[in-house]
């Protein structure tokens, strides 16, 4: 509708000033790590490696499973910078926003490995 064709401008705009706030570190560790590195970034991988699965079991093109398996890596890299970044800024005790950083590390490896 035309409804829905002038909202999605804006719409961009908030996904574009979202990015650039992850990417910044200005959102808060909290919300950064447990939303978007544990409730997104698992939700994103089991989804890309189920798909990876299934296509690897009934043969399918190779340049497709390569593609199933790489499609989180973007993600996931993306995340780590983000908790990286929150992290730097996180008022609170350093062994959490220390915490944050290597266990975000580890868990993308962990889900892009597995």
Do not use: C
């Not at 910044?24 to 189920?50: C, I, M, Q």
């Not at 296509?55 to 340049?63: E, Q, Y």
Request: proline share 5%; no cysteine; aromatic share 16%.
């Amino acid at each position: 509708t035309v409804a829905d064709a002038r909202r999605s401008p804006a719409m961009s705009y908030q996904m574009i000033e979202l990015v650039k706030q992850l990417w910044a570190g200005e959102l808060p560790l909290k919300r950064t790590f447990w939303d978007y590195a544990v409730l997104y970034g698992l939700s994103l991988n089991l989804v890309t490696h189920f798909v990876f699965f299934t296509l690897l079991v009934n043969d399918a093109n190779t340049v497709l499973v390569a593609l199933a398996f790489a499609l989180p890596i973007p993600y996931n890299f993306f995340v780590v910078v983000a908790v990286w970044q929150s992290a730097e800024r996180y008022p609170g005790p350093k062994k959490w926003a220390e915490l944050a950083r290597v266990g975000t590390v580890f868990w993308m490896v962990a889900l892009t490995l597995v």
